[in-house]
């Protein structure tokens, strides 16, 4: 008799072998109620070697289930304690397959385990035999590449033209109009843009001056000119002020005026 060396589970393991052998006495192969069963026993089985300890025939797992005489072999005892400790992926890998032919017994659902498994590995769906079972595509012959490539060449050619047109008709729309005046150049003042003084060219200072009574800033950009005037005039720090100024500066130039003229006109009292 296998010596158990603490004495507390000698008991706890006589339970385990009568367990075993209740159930397998139980047992017939081919329905479900069948196969629960053995999935039961291999529960012990596996409960057992843990708590023994070892692997193999020589193991003190071993000599406990020769000495217990059970009815089935090292084998199957090895298929039981694998169908239990795998139950749940080895019960989902049958469900899959169709209800008639679902067999519930030990070696079809650790068929379908070994089964499912191998194509998650990839093993069951080769790419390459897949391919080599398929009939090979006929290369197209000289005629039919030659086709092929007049026929492409006309249908870039037919997009080619269709662009020039799109492009000769852009650049018709963008030709100006010798009845109109001349666009005035934009002035920038923010996000905003307005057209200069018409026959005020930017940078002509003398025309300017004859034209300043005349000029009329902006609403918005006379807002803006006096809120940047209050930077230049209260900002509490020189790079303020001087930032304020070189706004106000490069707005006076827009409108094509002097600094102290531009002031005047957006009606700001110095």
């Known amino acids: 008799m296998t010596e158990i060396t603490d004495n507390r589970n000698h008991n706890w393991l006589a339970n385990a072998a009568q367990t075993i052998h209740e ?3 139980k047992a017939r192969e081919g329905t479900f109620e069948t196969l629960m069963t053995f999935v039961a026993i291999g529960e012990v089985l596996n409960e057992v070697k843990e708590t023994l300890g070892g692997a193999g025939r020589n193991s003190t797992f071993g000599k ?3 000495e217990q005489g059970f009815s089935f072999d090292k084998t199957w005892r090895s298929r039981l304690m694998k169908l239990a400790a795998n139950w749940d992926e080895a019960k989902a890998a049958m469900e899959v397959r169709p209800e008639g032919e679902r067999k519930w017994s030990v070696k079809e659902v650790l068929k379908a385990l070994a089964d499912k498994r191998k194509a998650d590995s990839g093993l069951n769906s080769c790419p390459e035999a ?4 398929e009939a090979k595509p006929k290369p197209p012959s000289t005629k039919e590449r030659l086709e092929q490539v007049l026929e492409e060449n006309k249908r870039l050619s037919q997009a080619l033209t269709e662009a020039l047109e799109r492009i000769k008709s852009l650049e018709a729309r963008k030709a100006p109009d010798q009845t109109q005046k001349p666009s005035q150049p934009e002035l920038d003042f923010g996000a905003q843009r307005y057209p200069a003084p018409h ?6 200072q003398e025309a300017a001056n004859a034209q300043n ?8 950009d006379r807002t803006r ?7 230049y005039t209260r ?3 020189a790079g303020e002020r001087e930032a304020a100024k070189e706004r106000l500066e490069r707005a006076a130039e827009k409108y094509g005026l002097p600094f102290d003229d531009f002031i005047a006109a957006c009606g700001i009292a110095r």
């Not at 897949?130 to 079972?133: A, E, H, L, P």
């Not at 009574?213 to 918005?220: E, L, W």
């Open 199 to 204: 026959g005020t060219p930017l940078g002509n």
């Open 23 to 25: 159930r397998t006495a």
């Open 225 to 231: 000119a006096k809120k940047v005037w209050s930077l």
């Open 64 to 66: 406990w289930c020769d």
């Open 235 to 237: 900002g509490v720090t």
């Open 213 to 220: 009574s005349s000029v009329k800033v902006d609403p918005q």
């Open 130 to 133: 897949t391919i080599s079972t």
